[in-house]
């Protein structure tokens, strides 16, 4: 190898090298998004909030807030560098925290945009709905509950197994939204008494607005239709004949339902669509008053 070649090769590993840091970004300058919300204000602008962690021992929070009004998402997180110390930074999203009234918007996905476009943001992010305003969940910060984005992304991922809810994904939901044979849905969570509860799943319609709510029951039932149920479920159900005596529940019975098995059976007559539905499963009484 003569010595011009060899400077000739050093050269084009220095320039892969260089190309290789051009976007670093140390630790100690960089503000990471642990949580984004959207919302509107009562003039129908955006609403963008976040939530970061604060590494310091000397501070009392763990978390800081930071809300700002924005054209766009991408808009956002310009306003938001003026008020982190460092540079923000949308990589380490773990929920998207999205309130009603977004969801009640014509084309409010796009919002999302920013993120498929850069490849090196994650696509695994936790999308949730609020019923509420945005403001009301994102500085709540109970001393006695983990980190706002760890919680919600806890629940989820308790409820889901048992069923209860859905655990819906950026790209999940991307696929949904452009999926015409499946209804999109998200996990849905409240305020009840200041404290958060998982209430269950927020479905979508075909253009991708709010639709309806299904409570905790109805998200169990959607999911045995489904045949996606996790280990067994928890149902309670009406007992045919039987009322309500005094303050107890006479009723109603609850049982645990496991190896949950759905068939579903399609047909078009008489110019409607047709679906016969096989369900068997394992049931075991758990309550029964009377």
């Known amino acids: 190898m003569n010595k011009r070649r060899f400077l000739k090769m050093l050269f084009v590993v220095f320039v892969v090298l260089a190309a290789g840091c051009s976007d670093r970004l140390d630790m100690e300058d960089a503000t990471f998004a642990l949580l984004v919300g959207f919302d509107l204000d009562k003039e129908n602008k955006l609403l963008v909030y976040s939530t970061t962690p604060v590494f310091s021992q000397s501070a009392e929070k763990k978390t800081r807030e930071i809300g700002v009004t924005s054209q766009t998402n991408r808009q956002s997180r310009e306003k938001q560098d003026s008020y982190a110390p460092g540079v923000f930074q949308g990589r380490s999203i773990q929920v998207i925290l999205v309130s009603k009234r977004i969801l009640q918007q014509e084309n409010w996905f796009q919002l999302t945009d920013i993120w498929f476009r850069d490849p090196k943001n994650p696509l695994t992010s936790r999308v949730i709905a609020f019923d509420g305003p945005i403001s009301e969940i994102i500085h709540l910060n109970p001393k006695d509950q983990p980190m706002l984005p760890l919680l919600l992304r806890d629940k989820v991922e308790t409820k889901y197994s048992r069923s209860e809810t859905v655990k819906t994904t950026l790209q999940e939901l991307h696929n949904q939204m452009r999926e015409k044979g499946q209804t999109p849905y998200i996990s849905e969570v409240r305020l009840l008494n200041k404290q958060i509860v998982m209430t269950g799943i927020t479905l979508l319609d075909n253009k991708g607005e709010f639709a309806d709510s299904l409570n905790i029951q109805e998200s169990i039932l959607l999911q045995i239709l489904q045949n996606s149920t996790k280990k067994a479920v928890s149902l ?55």
Do not use: C, W
């Open 236 to 290: 309670t159900l009406p007992i045919p004949g039987q009322v309500k005596i005094g303050p107890f529940h006479t009723d109603k019975l609850s049982l645990n339902a496991e190896k949950i098995k759905t068939k579903v059976k399609t047909s078009y007559q008489n110019d409607k669509f047709q679906f016969d539905i096989a369900i068997t499963m394992r049931v075991g009484l758990t309550v029964s008053v009377k």
